[in-house]
Nanobody, 119 residues
Framework: QVQLVESGGGLVQPGGSLRLSCEVS????????MGWYRQAPGKQRELVAR???????NYADSVKGRFTISSDNAENTVYLQMNSLQSEDTAVYYC?????????????WGQGTQVTVST
């Protein structure tokens, strides 16, 4: 069982920054995708940013130019740098890992970390 541990959430004012971290319990040698999702109360969970093994990235339109996803392979950690935070960014942020299998994909989620942007 792969475990994802998130950290870095908190309360910030509009325009502030946060850096979220997601540590993976073990190295993943199989092809995989890692990313960040978020879910606000009463809303569906949505993709924020995704990083592929090949280095490609995808971002939600609402965060392009403000958020950056990156990884430190030596530390088995994925980061989400969040700049120019807005009230609309308030949500629980979840780290996500998809390990690509020949027939089935294995999906793992972190426990979530709360990000609140408010005055």
């Amino acid at each position: 069982q792969v475990q994802l541990v998130e950290s870095g959430g908190g309360l910030v004012q509009p325009g502030g920054s946060l850096r979220l971290s997601c540590e993976v319990s073990r190295s993943i040698s199989s092809p995989s995708l890692m990313g960040w999702y978020r879910q606000a109360p009463g809303k569906q969970r949505e993709l924020v940013a995704r990083l592929s093994v090949g280095g490609g990235t995808n971002y939600a339109d609402s965060v392009k130019g403000r958020f950056t996803i990156s990884s430190d392979n030596a530390e088995n950690t994925v980061y989400l740098q969040m700049n120019s935070l807005q009230s609309e960014d308030t949500a629980v942020y979840y780290c996500n890992l998809v390990v690509i299998g020949s027939m089935l994909n294995e999906v793992y989620w972190g426990q979530g970390t709360q990000v609140t942007v408010s005055t």
